[in-house]
């Protein structure tokens, strides 16, 4: 009751940022942002599309190596903002993507870590956790990720404490969620959340949506073998 | 077997198109999109996003009264092609949204009507199936679409055989899914029926997406009380 008077108090949230960069993974930005978009038709909401700059930001492989047939495949979406005039934001939501993999990021983590502290909520989809981690915001945090790139994901943050198995995990404002699909449960349990329940039902009925209501749910981490969670 | 030895012979799809217009639905386009940037690392596949213009599309609502306080909140995608322009197509993928309710789509609908005779297989999603079947292609044929505008959409075209339960249905090269995420559960048939039930199967695991397989699991056409099919 305490978070419901604190919620009631400062308001709900308005202004959302989705980060966006090169090679992100569209499903991981695109499935919260559907739940998203049916939201802003009750509550007002403005979102700002922000990338390092203003040039439209692919889902295409950058690293050929990741191409390796040469596929023409890919969708381009139109940043609103860049780094040096976002505006204030209430949730920054960070897809994932195995453009995450590229060492030319360093602008992106700075925004990420000087953006949080003025943040009601984080959420993260996938690797998009990266991000996070590497600005530091994670350390001492209870957070997951996709399942394929989990040791990886170990290696990049060691002093993050990892849930294997969850197919989203809230720690504070941080919400990180599993991989790519997943990024659809955590944001409707977001919605759930801080807007109510029945919205949240509402907006998985219309988008025909079998959401997944348990945060513990997650056979892809026994797909993966991944160790149970201590 | 007949139909393997078809497509053998014939060569799998290459050349896509997805189609857009203003207010689409952002799942419908990129639920499939996801899954297909996927199947493109392992297939040589080439993407054309196709508009009326080449200005950017975006999912905001053009109709006020569906925006009513306000909303700033969407997301524009960049068109490679528009209409006189595209090149030639093996599959064309065709979102829904709350778009098609505008009666200016006119050049939309010859698009499809004249690009539809050459393609190999055809997909709508959502109340996409509203393009193809004033385009005049779903007349006598077997078709689903979203279950919340069940009524609109047989009034826009009563020659059609609607399907009220189902996920999606396939009737010859057109495949016609229910509502926003079952457009994955579709194309992830899709890609089985074409690619490989294997291939299906390993890239729903990587979107860590639960895939409903069975064609005619329609849990919504009971929420919004369809009669049963005849």
């Not at 008077?5 to 559907?34: C, H, I, R, W």
Request: net charge negative; proline share 7%; aromatic share 10%.
């Amino acid at each position: 009751m305490a978070t419901e008077s604190l919620k009631t108090k400062e308001g709900l949230p308005v202004n959302y940022g989705l980060l966006v960069f090169p090679t992100f993974q569209a499903l991981d930005a695109f499935g919260p942002m559907d739940i998203l978009n049916l939201l802003s038709r009750d509550y007002p909401m403005n979102l700002s599309i922000i990338a390092q700059t203003l040039e439209p930001v692919s889902t295409k492989h950058r690293d050929p190596s990741l191409n390796p047939l040469r596929s023409n495949f890919g969708e381009s979406v139109v940043p609103t903002h860049d780094f040096s005039n976002a505006p204030p934001l209430d949730v920054l939501i960070i897809p994932g993507g195995y453009g995450l993999a590229a060492n030319d990021l360093d602008l992106v983590y700075e925004f990420v870590k000087r953006t949080y502290p003025s943040l009601k909520y984080l959420i993260t989809i996938c690797n998009g956790c990266w991000v996070a981690a590497r600005a530091g915001i994670l350390d001492g945090k209870r957070a997951t990720t996709n399942k394929s790139g989990w040791e990886m994901t170990k290696e990049i943050r060691p002093d993050v404490n990892w849930v294997a198995h969850a197919r989203w995990v809230v720690d504070g404002n941080i919400w990180t969620s599993s991989g790519v699909s997943a990024g659809m449960d955590a944001t409707l349990a977001f919605v759930g959340e801080v807007y109510g329940e029945e919205k949240a039902k509402e907006i998985a009925i219309v988008m025909e949506y079998e959401r997944h209501e348990d945060p513990s749910w997650d056979p892809f981490a026994d797909i993966y073998n991944l160790p149970k969670d201590t």
